[in-house]
């Protein structure tokens, strides 16, 4: 009788061990989801439990669906940001910004170490290009795409379409990327002769992009020619049109130094974008990341 009473209570300790674990699981299954697209971590160890100092916000504008989509990640290798802004009808172009964020998250994430950022982004760009065409066919539609890679006191981006890329320094907003819109390849084409100063002026306010990834010709991928520097208290920006059309650069400057975290910072863009009054207004996305520099004397 002992001997059954014992055999009995290791059952019942057995299976209460077990439904803990079980219990654990789906809280962290449940804890995963409610983050959301924003931000994910794709390996966790001592030293990786946390995401980087960040914020982000969404606003779907007057479009019915947000075609926005932005991940931050944070491994060994240091931290990578993306974002992607869908073009297309229906979900088109949200497949399209999935697609795009989702290739190059899946190829940074086997990295320890990334010694050629430049050499990542291009091959993970044009790969991203071929997936999304391969996936929506003859359907018109595609993505633009932006991304940015911290690690110490360094910081490379890649960008394809109209995503903005910017680094807040103290108190000054410093635009890094450029873009690929017909102004800013109208400004070009004037530097180069190609195109008279009439043609340039009559060009500066027209921002339709005229590379993305997913389009028939895909032709280039914007990267710096050195990586940024960073110093202590920097913060990365990037945003997709529904912010940067809508939020002056000085009014975004504003709201970046008032006080708060960067994730009230984010939402703060965002209801201004949203405040604006635009009668249309494209999705928008702000991301914030707080550089990690523990060594400015860094050499790279």
């Not at 960073?230 to 049109?241: E, F, H, I």
Request: charged share 25%; with cysteine.
């Amino acid at each position: 009788m002992t001997e059954i009473m014992e055999n009995t209570g290791t059952i019942l300790l057995l299976a209460a061990v077990l439904a803990g674990t079980v219990l654990i699981r789906l809280l962290m299954q449940r804890t995963g989801k409610a983050a959301g697209s924003y931000s994910s971590l794709s390996v966790q160890t001592e030293e990786e439990d946390m995401l980087p100092d960040m914020g982000v916000s969404q606003t779907t504008g007057t479009c019915g669906l947000q075609s926005d989509c932005v991940q931050a990640v944070r491994t060994r290798a240091g931290v990578m940001a993306v974002m992607a802004d869908g073009i297309g009808r229906a979900n088109t172009g949200k497949v399209s910004a999935q697609i795009a964020v989702d290739t190059v998250l899946d190829r940074y994430e086997p990295y320890q170490v990334l010694n050629h950022p430049e050499y990542f982004f291009r091959t993970a760009f044009q790969e991203a290009n071929l997936r999304i065409q391969k996936t929506i066919g003859e359907r018109r539609g595609g993505a633009s795409l932006g991304a940015v890679y911290l690690s110490g006191a360094a910081a490379s981006y890649a960008l394809a379409g109209d995503i903005r890329i910017a680094l807040l320094r103290g108190e000054e907003l410093i635009p890094v990327s450029q873009g690929h819109t017909v102004d800013v390849l109208a400004a070009a084409s004037y530097r180069e002769g190609k195109l008279s100063r009439r043609e340039a002026l009559w060009s500066q306010e027209e921002k339709r992009v005229w590379n993305y990834l997913g389009m028939d010709g895909f032709r280039q991928v914007e990267m710096g020619e050195l990586p940024i520097r960073l110093k202590t208290g920097d913060v990365v920006l990037m945003a997709s049109r529904g912010i940067w059309q809508e939020v002056p650069s000085g009014d975004l400057e504003d709201l970046l130094l008032a006080g708060g975290s960067l994730q009230e910072k984010a939402e703060r863009i965002v209801r201004a974008a949203e405040e604006a009054g635009s009668p249309q207004r494209e999705n928008g996305s702000i991301l914030l990341v707080r550089a990690e520099v523990t060594d400015e004397t860094e050499q790279f």
